[in-house]
C-alpha cells in the first residue's frame, strides 16, 4: 500500500475512505516496521507507539496479527499511579504502545517516557489534534521538527474531515493545519475498499431479544414449597 511506503520514508498522512481501512493501515504499518527493525534501520530504537482514542480494538488486531510484545495503556488500568520505575520495566517488557492520547501526554510530561524511544507514532484520528485535544498538546510540548525524532504516521478517514469542515476552503485550511502540526504531508488512498480483505478482522453482530417475561406466579410457589420441602428433608410425592 503506497500510504505505507510513503510512511516508512517521511511523515505522511493517509486519508482514507472506510473507518477500518484505518485500522488496516496502522496495522500494515507496524508490521513493515517490525521487519524493519529486524535490519535495525531504526538505529536501535525499537518503540512503536500507536495513539487511539479506543485502545482495545488495535490491541487484539496487533496481538493477533504480529509477534512483537504489544500493552494498551488507558486509564482505567491506573496508570495514572504509575511511577518512573513502572514504566521503565513495561519500557523494557514491550515493543508497542497501544495508549489513549491522555495517557502519553501525562507520561511525557512526567518525564516518565520520552518521544524519542519511539521510531514511529502511529496518530488513528488524527483530525481530532487541534486546540487542547491531547493529540495536539503532544505535538506541540514534546515534538522537536528534526531528523533524529520518531517518523508520525497520522491516520483519518476523509468523512472526518468532512465533518470537521463547514465548507471547502475550511477543510483546505484543516488539512494544511493538520500537516504543519504533523510536520506531514496527506496521502489520499484513493481505493481504501480493497484494505479490509487484507486481514480478516471481527465484524461486530448485534443480537436483540424480547424481555424476558415473569415466572408463572403459580409455578414459582409450587417451586418454592418443593424447595423448602426437599431443604427441610420433607419427601415430595
Known amino acids: 500500500?503506497?500510504?505505507?511506503?510513503?510512511?516508512?520514508?517521511?511523515?505522511?498522512?493517509?486519508?482514507?475512505?472506510?473507518?477500518?481501512?484505518?485500522?488496516?493501515?496502522?496495522?500494515?504499518?507496524?508490521?513493515?516496521?517490525?521487519?524493519?527493525?529486524?535490519?535495525?534501520?531504526?538505529?536501535?530504537?525499537?518503540?512503536?507507539?500507536?495513539?487511539?482514542?479506543?485502545?482495545h480494538l488495535h490491541l487484539k488486531e496487533i496481538k493477533l496479527y504480529t509477534e512483537l510484545d504489544v500493552e494498551g495503556y488507558y486509564g482505567a488500568r491506573g496508570v495514572d499511579d504509575w511511577n518512573a520505575i513502572t514504566w521503565e520495566k513495561e519500557i523494557e517488557e514491550h515493543d508497542v504502545f497501544i495508549m489513549t492520547p491522555q495517557v502519553m501526554l501525562d507520561a511525557l510530561r512526567k518525564a516518565y517516557i520520552k518521544l524519542d524511544l519511539f521510531c514511529v507514532v502511529i496518530i488513528d484520528e488524527c483530525h481530532e489534534a487541534t486546540g487542547n485535544h491531547p493529540f495536539a498538546k503532544i505535538l506541540k510540548e514534546f515534538y522537536v521538527k528534526k531528523l533524529e525524532g520518531p517518523k508520525i504516521?497520522?491516520?483519518?478517514?476523509?468523512?472526518?474531515?468532512?465533518?470537521?469542515?463547514?465548507?471547502?476552503?475550511?477543510?483546505?485550511?484543516?488539512?494544511?493545519?493538520?500537516?504543519?502540526?504533523?510536520?506531514?504531508?496527506?496521502?489520499?488512498?484513493?481505493?481504501?475498499?480493497?484494505?479490509?480483505?487484507?486481514?480478516?478482522?471481527?465484524?461486530?453482530?448485534?443480537?436483540?431479544?424480547?424481555?424476558?417475561?415473569?415466572?408463572?406466579?403459580?409455578?414459582?410457589?409450587?417451586?418454592?414449597?418443593?424447595?423448602?420441602?426437599?431443604?427441610?428433608?420433607?419427601?415430595?410425592?
Not at 473507518?19 to 504499518?29: D, Q, Y
Not at 516496521?33 to 525499537?46: A, P
Not at 403459580?218 to 420441602?229: A, F, P
Open 1 to 55: 500500500v503506497k500510504a505505507v511506503e510513503l510512511a516508512l520514508r517521511k511523515n505522511t498522512i493517509a486519508v482514507t475512505e472506510s473507518e477500518n481501512g484505518k485500522e488496516v493501515l496502522a496495522l500494515m504499518m507496524i508490521r513493515e516496521i517490525e521487519k524493519w527493525r529486524l535490519k535495525d534501520k531504526f538505529q536501535g530504537k525499537r518503540l512503536i507507539a500507536c495513539l487511539a482514542p479506543t485502545v
Open 153 to 237: 504516521f497520522g491516520i483519518t478517514s476523509s468523512l472526518a474531515i468532512r465533518r470537521s469542515s463547514s465548507s471547502e476552503n475550511a477543510k483546505k485550511e484543516r488539512i494544511a493545519e493538520l500537516e504543519s502540526l504533523l510536520n506531514s504531508q496527506v496521502h489520499i488512498v484513493e481505493d481504501s475498499s480493497g484494505l479490509e480483505e487484507v486481514f480478516s478482522f471481527p465484524k461486530l453482530m448485534y443480537r436483540f431479544y424480547d424481555p424476558v417475561q415473569p415466572l408463572n406466579l403459580v409455578l414459582k410457589d409450587k417451586l418454592e414449597i418443593s424447595w423448602s420441602r426437599v431443604s427441610f428433608g420433607v419427601q415430595v410425592n
